[in-house]
Protein backbone atom coordinates (compact mmCIF):
# COMPACT_ATOMS: atom_id res chain seq x y z
CA UNK A 1 0.00 0.00 0.00
CA UNK A 2 1.38 3.14 -0.70
CA UNK A 3 0.67 5.14 2.43
CA UNK A 4 2.54 2.24 3.78
CA UNK A 5 5.44 2.68 1.39
CA UNK A 6 5.91 6.68 2.45
CA UNK A 7 5.79 5.79 5.83
CA UNK A 8 9.00 3.47 5.81
CA UNK A 9 10.75 5.66 3.31
CA UNK A 10 10.45 8.67 5.44
CA UNK A 11 10.07 7.34 8.74
CA UNK A 12 7.52 9.12 9.85
CA UNK A 13 3.34 7.88 10.78
CA UNK A 14 1.26 8.85 7.12
CA UNK A 15 -2.74 10.24 7.63
CA UNK A 16 -4.67 10.08 4.42
CA UNK A 17 -6.09 13.23 2.90
CA UNK A 18 -8.76 12.23 0.70
CA UNK A 19 -6.69 9.38 -1.27
CA UNK A 20 -3.34 11.06 -0.51
CA UNK A 21 -0.73 10.07 2.05
CA UNK A 22 0.37 13.40 4.16
CA UNK A 23 3.22 12.86 5.53
CA UNK A 24 4.36 15.63 8.80
CA UNK A 25 8.26 15.72 9.01
CA UNK A 26 10.41 17.86 11.45
CA UNK A 27 11.96 21.11 10.25
CA UNK A 28 15.64 19.64 10.21
CA UNK A 29 14.18 16.30 8.45
CA UNK A 30 12.60 18.17 5.74
CA UNK A 31 15.49 18.07 3.33
CA UNK A 32 16.20 14.16 3.60
CA UNK A 33 12.33 13.52 3.53
CA UNK A 34 12.21 15.45 -0.15
CA UNK A 35 15.25 13.18 -1.27
CA UNK A 36 13.77 10.30 0.40
CA UNK A 37 10.46 11.19 -1.91
CA UNK A 38 12.50 11.24 -4.93
CA UNK A 39 15.17 8.90 -4.99
CA UNK A 40 13.19 5.74 -2.61
CA UNK A 41 9.39 6.35 -3.55
CA UNK A 42 9.92 7.54 -6.76
CA UNK A 43 8.27 11.36 -6.72
CA UNK A 44 9.90 12.55 -9.89
CA UNK A 45 7.66 15.69 -10.43
CA UNK A 46 7.72 18.24 -8.04
CA UNK A 47 3.91 19.89 -8.13
CA UNK A 48 3.48 22.67 -6.41
CA UNK A 49 4.55 24.14 -2.63
CA UNK A 50 3.07 27.18 -0.33
CA UNK A 51 2.82 27.82 3.15
CA UNK A 52 0.47 28.26 5.70
CA UNK A 53 0.51 30.82 8.45
CA UNK A 54 -0.64 29.14 11.47
CA UNK A 55 -0.26 31.96 14.13
CA UNK A 56 2.14 31.80 16.76
CA UNK A 57 2.91 27.91 15.95
CA UNK A 58 5.08 29.11 12.90
CA UNK A 59 4.28 28.52 9.24
CA UNK A 60 3.56 25.54 8.02
CA UNK A 61 4.72 24.63 4.88
CA UNK A 62 3.13 22.05 2.68
CA UNK A 63 4.59 20.24 -0.69
CA UNK A 64 3.16 18.27 -3.27
CA UNK A 65 5.20 15.55 -5.20
CA UNK A 66 4.02 12.77 -7.38
CA UNK A 67 5.81 9.66 -8.57
CA UNK A 68 4.45 10.21 -12.46
CA UNK A 69 5.02 6.69 -13.51
CA UNK A 70 3.24 4.89 -10.39
CA UNK A 71 0.47 8.11 -10.80
CA UNK A 72 0.44 8.53 -7.35
CA UNK A 73 1.17 11.36 -5.30
CA UNK A 74 2.49 12.67 -1.67
CA UNK A 75 1.41 15.67 0.45
CA UNK A 76 4.80 16.64 2.73
CA UNK A 77 4.40 18.97 5.46
CA UNK A 78 6.89 20.49 8.15
CA UNK A 79 5.81 23.36 10.55
CA UNK A 80 8.49 26.27 10.50
CA UNK A 81 9.06 27.89 13.70
CA UNK A 82 12.04 29.77 13.22
CA UNK A 83 11.26 31.35 9.75
CA UNK A 84 13.88 29.23 8.13
CA UNK A 85 13.28 26.03 6.11
CA UNK A 86 16.30 24.63 4.20
CA UNK A 87 15.45 25.03 0.16
CA UNK A 88 15.17 22.40 -1.86
CA UNK A 89 15.67 23.57 -5.46
CA UNK A 90 18.96 21.51 -5.73
CA UNK A 91 16.16 18.43 -5.02
CA UNK A 92 13.82 19.59 -7.65
CA UNK A 93 14.62 22.89 -9.22
CA UNK A 94 11.20 23.52 -10.20
CA UNK A 95 10.75 24.68 -6.33
CA UNK A 96 13.07 27.99 -7.00
CA UNK A 97 9.94 30.04 -8.27
CA UNK A 98 7.65 27.99 -5.27
CA UNK A 99 9.72 29.07 -2.62
CA UNK A 100 10.58 32.53 -4.18
CA UNK A 101 6.65 33.38 -4.03
CA UNK A 102 6.97 31.81 -0.48
CA UNK A 103 9.76 33.58 0.96
CA UNK A 104 7.97 37.10 -0.63
CA UNK A 105 4.12 36.37 1.12
CA UNK A 106 4.89 34.28 4.07
CA UNK A 107 8.29 36.19 4.70
CA UNK A 108 9.87 32.46 5.17
CA UNK A 109 13.93 32.15 4.45
CA UNK A 110 15.18 29.46 2.23
CA UNK A 111 18.81 29.18 3.24
CA UNK A 112 20.54 27.65 0.05
CA UNK A 113 18.44 28.91 -2.25
CA UNK A 114 20.17 30.48 -5.08
CA UNK A 115 17.98 33.80 -5.81
CA UNK A 116 15.50 34.98 -3.44
CA UNK A 117 14.60 37.97 -5.21
CA UNK A 118 11.28 39.54 -5.09
CA UNK A 119 8.53 38.14 -7.87
CA UNK A 120 5.11 39.08 -7.87
CA UNK A 121 5.47 42.66 -4.97
CA UNK A 122 6.55 46.17 -6.12
CA UNK A 123 10.10 46.98 -4.82
CA UNK A 124 8.71 49.53 -2.49
CA UNK A 125 6.14 47.34 -1.17
CA UNK A 126 6.82 46.46 2.68
CA UNK A 127 5.83 43.72 4.60
CA UNK A 128 4.85 40.10 3.85
CA UNK A 129 0.46 40.16 2.34
CA UNK A 130 -0.46 36.74 3.15
CA UNK A 131 0.38 36.18 6.76
CA UNK A 132 -2.16 37.07 9.67
CA UNK A 133 -0.33 39.85 11.32
CA UNK A 134 -0.44 42.04 7.77
CA UNK A 135 -2.53 44.49 8.52
CA UNK A 136 -5.19 45.28 5.34
CA UNK A 137 -4.51 48.72 4.00
CA UNK A 138 -8.33 48.50 2.60
CA UNK A 139 -10.13 47.78 5.91
CA UNK A 140 -8.33 50.80 7.46
CA UNK A 141 -8.66 53.15 4.71
CA UNK A 142 -12.36 51.76 3.95
CA UNK A 143 -14.56 50.82 5.80
CA UNK A 144 -16.38 47.46 5.50
CA UNK A 145 -19.20 48.35 3.04
CA UNK A 146 -21.73 47.08 5.07
CA UNK A 147 -23.52 48.10 8.19
CA UNK A 148 -21.93 45.12 9.97
CA UNK A 149 -19.11 42.42 9.53
CA UNK A 150 -19.90 39.81 6.72
CA UNK A 151 -22.43 37.14 8.08
CA UNK A 152 -24.16 39.10 10.42
CA UNK A 153 -27.40 39.90 11.13
CA UNK A 154 -27.55 43.08 9.20
CA UNK A 155 -31.27 43.83 10.65
CA UNK A 156 -31.96 46.96 8.72
CA UNK A 157 -35.12 47.92 6.43
CA UNK A 158 -36.45 45.41 4.14
CA UNK A 159 -35.41 45.85 0.24
CA UNK A 160 -37.44 47.58 -2.35
CA UNK A 161 -40.06 45.18 -4.34
CA UNK A 162 -38.54 44.18 -7.13
CA UNK A 163 -39.33 45.89 -10.39
CA UNK A 164 -41.02 43.68 -13.83
CA UNK A 165 -39.12 45.20 -17.03
CA UNK A 166 -41.97 47.11 -18.88
CA UNK A 167 -44.27 45.07 -21.25
CA UNK A 168 -44.39 41.90 -18.75
CA UNK A 169 -47.79 41.35 -17.30
CA UNK A 170 -47.91 41.00 -13.40
CA UNK A 171 -48.77 37.38 -11.85
CA UNK A 172 -52.24 36.53 -12.89
CA UNK A 173 -51.94 38.69 -15.93
CA UNK A 174 -50.45 36.54 -18.49
CA UNK A 175 -52.93 34.78 -21.29
CA UNK A 176 -56.97 34.55 -21.92
CA UNK A 177 -58.86 34.41 -18.41
CA UNK A 178 -61.35 32.46 -17.98
CA UNK A 179 -63.98 34.60 -17.91
CA UNK A 180 -63.10 35.48 -21.82
CA UNK A 181 -64.41 31.59 -22.20
CA UNK A 182 -61.07 30.03 -22.40
Request: glycine share 10%.
Amino acid sequence: MWSDEVADALGVEVTMAESRPVADVAPGEWRSAVTAARDRLGCDFFDWLSAVDEGDDGMRIVAHLWSLADKRGLLLRTLATDGLLASIVDVYPGAAWHERETHEMFGLDFPGHPHLAPLLLAPEFSGHPLRKDFVLASRVAKPWPGEKEPGGDHGGPRKRQPMRPPGVPAAGEWGPSEQDGA
